[in-house]
C-alpha cells in the first residue's frame, strides 16, 4: 500500500495504517529526535509523545502528501516542549559523568562544538543542526520549522559565519 492509501486508512481511523506510516519513517524520527534532545532516552519519549499526537490528531491533516513535514513538526515541537522541561532537572549521569576520563579528547571536541552552538541564537542552532547532523535539505527544513526557505538559508549563513568567528576562523 502506498504512503497515500496509508495517510487516508489512518485518517479513516485505521490504527494500522498509523503504526505503518510511523515504522516506515521511524529511523528518520528518532535521528531528528535525537539532534534535537541529545539523549536516546529523550528521543524515545518525545517520539512516543509525537504518536500519542498524530494519534489524537490525524483526522485534521487536509493534505495527506504533507504527512511526513506534518509529522517532522509535530516531532520537532515535542522536542522543544521536553528540552523546556528537562532544563528544571539535573541528571545524575551528568553528574557521574564529569569524573570520568574515557574518551577525553572526543568528549572534549563535543562540548567545544556544543558550547559554540550554545553561542548562537536558537533558529539558526536549529537550522545548522537540521542541515548538518540530520543532513536535510533548505525546502525540509523550511516546512519542518515552519519559516520562509529564505529565513532557513539566512539562519545557516549567518550560524556558520558566527560559528567560524568563535572557532578563531576566517569566514
Same mark, same amino acid.
Given at each position: 500500500?502506498?504512503?497515500?492509501?496509508? +495517510?487516508?486508512?489512518?485518517?479513516?481511523?485505521?490504527?494500522?495504517?498509523?503504526? !505503518?506510516?510511523?515504522?516506515?519513517?521511524?529511523?528518520?524520527?528518532?535521528?531528528?529526535?535525537?539532534?534535537? *534532545?541529545?539523549? !536516546?532516552?529523550?528521543?524515545? %519519549?518525545?517520539?512516543?509523545?509525537?504518536?500519542?499526537?498524530?494519534?489524537?490528531?490525524?483526522?485534521?491533516?487536509?493534505?495527506? !502528501?504533507?504527512? %511526513?513535514?506534518?509529522?517532522? *513538526? #509535530?516531532?520537532?515541537?515535542?522536542?522543544?516542549?521536553?528540552?523546556?522541561?528537562?532544563?528544571?532537572?539535573?541528571?545524575?549521569?551528568?553528574?557521574?559523568?564529569?569524573?570520568y576520563q574515557e574518551n577525553l579528547a572526543s568528549k572534549e571536541s563535543k562540548i %567545544?562544538?556544543?558550547?559554540?552552538?550554545?553561542?548562537?541564537?536558537?533558529? !539558526?542552532?536549529?537550522? #545548522?543542526?537540521?542541515?548538518?547532523?540530520?543532513?536535510?535539505?533548505?525546502?525540509? #527544513?523550511?516546512?519542518?520549522?515552519? +519559516?520562509?526557505?529564505?529565513? +532557513?538559508?539566512?539562519?545557516?549563513?549567518?550560524?556558520?559565519?558566527?560559528?567560524?568567528?568563535?572557532?578563531?576562523?576566517?569566514?
Open positions: 500500500m502506498d504512503k497515500i492509501q496509508l +495517510v487516508k486508512g489512518a485518517k479513516a481511523g485505521s490504527k494500522e495504517a498509523l503504526v !505503518q506510516l510511523i515504522m516506515d519513517n521511524k529511523k528518520e524520527y528518532y535521528k531528528l529526535a535525537y539532534v534535537y *534532545t541529545g539523549r !536516546q532516552e529523550d528521543a524515545l %519519549d518525545a517520539m512516543a509523545d509525537m504518536i500519542v499526537i498524530l494519534y489524537e490528531n490525524i483526522y485534521k491533516l487536509k493534505d495527506e !502528501q504533507a504527512f %511526513d513535514s506534518w509529522s517532522k *513538526t #509535530i516531532l520537532v515541537n515535542c522536542c522543544k516542549s521536553l528540552l523546556r522541561k528537562r532544563k528544571k532537572l539535573i541528571f545524575l549521569e551528568k553528574l557521574e559523568e564529569k569524573g %567545544d562544538l556544543d558550547n559554540y552552538l550554545q553561542k548562537l541564537n536558537p533558529g !539558526q542552532q536549529e537550522a #545548522i543542526k537540521l542541515k548538518y547532523f540530520l543532513d536535510m535539505d533548505n525546502a525540509t #527544513i523550511s516546512q519542518v520549522l515552519k +519559516v520562509p526557505i529564505g529565513t +532557513v538559508k539566512s539562519r545557516i549563513s549567518l550560524g556558520l559565519k558566527k560559528l567560524k568567528e568563535y572557532m578563531g576562523g576566517e569566514y
